[in-house]
């Protein structure tokens, strides 16, 4: 029994080296499309998090003083916060389903990397959460009264910032996915983390309405996502093999 | 070579040594904090800005320093329980986390007993307070994790994950958080030490990290204790220590 394990394994390898390989782009491409494909089905889904971004950024207001000076103070702060908290309520939405169905066995059992799928994931999930909510920012920014040159570099620093938002968060949502009612346990995990983003993002986007340059947080907010892109695949690999088991 | 080590992880190995080492830990770590007390508290003069105020650094100091070393601890024991599979660091890594909580929670206390008559207010949005309260955040966030789970191997493997995700991002937390109170405010209040510390107020500071540290090492070594003895429950050692018919228990 022993001894023929090897044989076995090496019987398994040639068997794999017969079949048709997959690039790795065209994998990336192929779980990707299939994502999206899926995210923009159920569009209720990732609408809900983007009626919850402007629900959030119009509470403010109404709780504090609507006076036009006042707004445009807090205006970065406040759609910063809707932005990462749009990001939270919709992670749990990330792995859930495919743990639910198998995929996610099927794509351990790949020979593959498992962080390169999970990132092409993450990002299909980006684009059906994050984009609708860059694209939003600066309508709401306008009736929140700040001027036009602030308005791209609000919009600019959502673009660099929120990929890094949902990068993080698949890792909570990664080691939460076997969890039942997981929601607040994953916010309360990633949020701390997303810290930084939260600080750069809302920085810039203060510096460009008092006239200053905004470069400074912007460069570093690349530098994170580029960090993030670089090391979260592995955490959320490990995360999704134990939340396999 | 490695004999050693891996008769180190054995769960009953490690109980009966755990056991003594607690007492050797514990024990000078007492002896020192009430020397470092001493000194702190009676011979070490009072500062000539801030009075008798200061004296709570000798509380304050090792335990905001202690709250990141155990953070670091349990992310690095994780991070061993992880690439070896060796389930004492996960017991480790899983008692390092209340401890470092309880450091967290002290410095941040003191640190606003002492902002109230030094700065006016109990809490200021200065970067270390913030960056320690993130750091609470952070340590919730891990025991939440941990709890969370029905399954203790699953356990100890997701909240590794989220220990090490969480030593990485630390720096950056701080670094950011520092960056950002420095667009809002002067840095005179953010001075928490004093600039340049006098040898005897030096001396009973170290001697308190040392106790502090040692008494976490103590502290430790009694928690993995228990820790191993819950999960290895079902195993004929454990149950042996138990009844007190083992050697393990013997101390």
Same mark, same amino acid.
């Given at each position: ?14 068997? *794999? ?9 065209? !994998? ?15 569009? @209720? ?64 059992? !790949? ?6 799928? !999970?990132?092409?994931? @993450?990002?299909? =999930? ?18 929140? =009264? ?46 701390? *983390?997303?810290?930084?983003? !939260? ?27 580029? *960090? ?18 | 070579?490695?004999? &050693? ?30 020397? $470092? ?76 007993? &002492? $902002? ?24 919730? $966030? ?56 006098? $040898? ?52």
């Amino acid at each position: 029994m022993k001894a023929d394990a090897p044989v076995a394994a090496l019987a398994d390898s040639e068997a *794999l080296a017969d079949a048709p390989v997959l690039g790795l782009l065209a !994998l990336f491409w192929a779980v990707f499309q299939r994502d999206l494909r899926i995210g923009l089905r159920r569009w @209720t889904d990732a609408s809900n998090s983007a009626l919850f971004f402007i629900l959030v950024v119009t509470l403010f207001p109404l709780a504090l003083n609507p006076r036009a000076e006042i707004l445009r103070t807090i205006a970065p702060g406040v759609i910063w916060i809707a932005a990462l908290l749009a990001t939270l309520l919709s992670l749990h939405l990330l792995f859930r389903s495919d743990l639910e169905d198998g995929t996610l066995e099927h794509l351990l059992t !790949l020979p593959y990397p498992l962080g390169w799928m !999970l990132l092409a994931k @993450t990002i299909a =999930h980006w684009i059906i959460t994050g984009i609708p909510v860059v694209l939003m920012a600066p309508i709401l920014a306008i009736t929140y =009264h700040l001027p036009a040159e602030a308005l791209g570099v609000l919009t600019f620093s959502l673009l660099l910032g929120t990929p890094t938002l949902s990068l993080l968060g698949s890792i909570g949502a990664a080691l939460t996915a076997g969890l039942r009612g997981a929601g607040v346990l994953l916010a309360f995990l990633v949020a701390p *983390l997303m810290v930084p983003v !939260l600080i750069l993002g809302a920085r810039a986007t203060d510096l460009a309405l008092s006239g200053e340059d905004p470069a400074g947080p912007l460069y570093l907010l690349g530098a994170v996502l580029v *960090l993030a892109v670089s090391l979260v695949p592995v955490a959320a690999a490990g995360a999704i093999r134990v939340s396999a088991d | 070579m490695w004999t &050693w080590f891996f008769r180190l992880a054995s769960p009953p190995h490690f109980y009966a040594l755990a056991g003594k080492l607690s007492y050797w830990l514990l024990i000078p770590a007492l002896v020192l904090v009430l020397i $470092g007390t001493w000194g702190g508290l009676v011979l070490a003069p009072p500062d000539y800005q801030q009075g008798d105020a200061f004296r709570i650094i000798y509380v304050h100091v090792p335990s905001a320093y202690l709250s990141m070393m155990v953070y670091v601890a349990m992310a690095v024991s994780g991070a061993i329980g992880l690439i070896w599979r060796i389930k004492l660091a996960h017991a480790v890594s899983a008692s390092c986390a209340p401890i470092g909580a309880s450091f967290t929670f002290a410095a941040l206390i003191t640190g606003a007993v &002492w $902002g109230k008559p030094m700065w006016g207010t109990y809490w200021d949005w200065d970067p270390r307070l913030t960056s320690e309260l993130i750091l609470l955040f952070l340590y919730f $966030g891990y025991m939440g994790l941990r709890s969370a789970f029905e399954d203790v191997n699953q356990a100890d493997r997701a909240s590794a994950i989220l220990a090490i995700a969480g030593v990485v991002n630390v720096p950056i937390i701080h670094y950011s958080v520092v960056w950002w109170a420095s667009l809002h405010q002067g840095p005179t209040l953010s001075k928490l030490e004093v600039p340049s510390i006098s $040898g005897d107020m030096l001396w009973p500071l170290l001697t308190n990290i040392l106790a502090f540290t040692l008494f976490f090492l103590g502290i430790l070594a009694m928690r993995v204790r228990g820790e191993v003895l819950e999960r290895e429950f079902h195993s004929r050692w454990a149950q042996d220590v138990l009844r007190g018919i083992s050697p393990a228990s013997a101390n």
